[in-house]
Nanobody, 118 residues
Framework: EVQLVESGGGLVQPGGSLRLSCAAS????????MTWVRQAPGEGLEWVSL????????YYGESMEGRFTISRDNAKNTVDLQMDSLKSEDTAVYYCASFAFTTGIGNWGQGTPVTVSS
């Protein structure tokens, strides 16, 4: 059974940091790029970041560039998202997902909520 389990969300003040983690199981982790996607309250899905299978290339949404850092550990089957200089507009549920360049997003996690508020 494929599982993606996110953790690390919570309440943080503006300007603070959080580190999200996603633990994957049930598939060959290093066959896939991994991505983070978020959904703010009442909004649609917004792509956050992507990392290729070996971590060699990373991509970020425009508003995340320079503040977020994605990384992965293929030995542990985990992908992390370090989020710094958080803003209120970063408040959302954050999902990790597997990604194949030929077929797009595959499996999703259940999401972890992040609230940025004073």
């Amino acid at each position: 059974e494929v599982q993606l389990v996110e953790s690390g969300g919570g309440l943080v003040q503006p300007g603070g940091s959080l580190r999200l983690s996603c633990a994957a199981s049930g598939f060959t982790f290093d066959d896939y790029a991994m991505t983070w996607v978020r959904q703010a309250p009442g909004e649609g899905l917004e792509w956050v970041s992507l990392i290729t299978w070996n971590g060699g290339i990373t991509y970020y949404g425009e508003s995340m560039e320079g503040r977020f850092t994605i990384s992965r550990d293929n030995a542990k089957n985990t992908v992390d998202l370090q989020m710094d200089s958080l803003k209120s507009e970063d408040t959302a549920v954050y999902y990790c997902a597997s990604f194949a360049f030929t077929t797009g997003i595959g499996n999703w996690g259940q999401g972890t909520p992040v609230t940025v508020s004073s």
